[in-house]
């Protein structure tokens, strides 16, 4: 079978046009979508009205899923492999503690000694207009720096943290951040990693990104600011509008992405999130 696919920016993305995941799929089919996602960074799946258990089980194709230990309040509370992206409230009308999530560039679970390899976001309820994603190619942000950046950076660690995200919920907000850190030690990982699978470099920092290991983060900062303006410079970047029930996977291993909350919050946004569990990388360091 070949795949009809479609450019989604110059920088990165295909629409993979006519898929529908609720059908079987051979090893074939879905080796060539594998390989467009490894071509490409980012696929689009549009129209997937499919159920959380088709959601999972078409996730489980990418490999093995995440169950969210490190997140514990975001996930599904029956489905630990689906993590909330939402700001429809709690029963007890509360707003949602992952109202706020992935308002920084990143990418996902990068604070964990095992780092994603890519993720499945659906999008279950969207505004009448906004509440974009973005997604950066880090590895045309890699390739693009200059010989002497790049000797720079190849033996510096990042050190990534969780828990700072913006407070959502006045009432669980402060001790949902400090679970976060106690939870999630801060962990240091390579700032060029190289694709295990591509054999590419790629720069691998975001905003949750406080300093290099073995530097002060006075030291660290103007020269993380400047890779990540660099890295989303908006030649290397594609933003996506969401329609209900799309399906976006990302290659958490050369990309970064953010949501915008570009959207009237009074509206509702609901997305729903699997994580694909990626290869051991980086280490803990003291907070
Ligand atoms: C995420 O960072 O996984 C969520 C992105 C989004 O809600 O657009």
């Known amino acids: 079978m070949a795949l009809k696919l479609r450019r989604l920016s110059n920088a990165l993305g295909v629409e993979v046009c006519d898929a529908d995941v609720s059908k079987p799929m051979s090893e074939a089919a879905f080796g060539e979508i594998y390989q467009a996602f490894l071509n490409y960074g980012i696929l689009l799946l549009r129209n997937q009205d499919i159920t959380r258990e088709q959601h999972i089980e078409f996730s489980r194709r990418f490999g093995e899923l995440d169950r969210h230990d490190a997140l514990p309040r975001d996930r599904h509370p029956k489905h630990p492999e689906l993590l909330l992206v939402t700001n429809e409230p709690n029963p007890d009308g509360t707003p949602s503690d992952s109202r706020y999530t992935g308002r920084q560039w990143h990418s996902d679970m990068s604070f964990t000694t095992t780092p994603s390899l890519g993720s499945l976001l659906r999008s279950h309820v969207i505004p009448e207009v906004g509440g974009d994603t973005l997604f950066a190619n880090m590895t045309m942000a890699y390739e693009t720096l200059s010989d002497g950046m790049k000797e720079l950076i190849a033996d510096l660690h ?106 009237d919050e009074t509206q509702r946004r609901h997305m729903e999130r699997t994580t694909v569990l990626g290869t051991p990388s980086g280490y803990v360091v003291a907070a």
């Open 158 to 263: 990042g050190i990534h943290m969780s828990g700072t995200r913006k407070i959502a919920n006045e009432a669980t907000g402060t001790v949902r951040a400090a679970e976060q850190k106690r939870i999630n030690p801060p962990v240091a990982q390579p700032v060029v990693r190289v694709h295990p699978e591509t054999g590419r470099k790629a720069l691998y920092l975001g905003e949750k990104v406080s300093r290099f290991d073995g530097m002060t983060e006075e030291e660290s900062k103007p020269l993380i600011d400047y890779l990540n303006r660099h890295a989303t410079r908006p030649e290397f970047v594609y933003r996506h509008q969401w329609r209900k029930h799309d399906i976006v996977v990302w290659d958490n291993r050369c990309t970064m992405h953010q949501a915008l909350g570009d959207f």
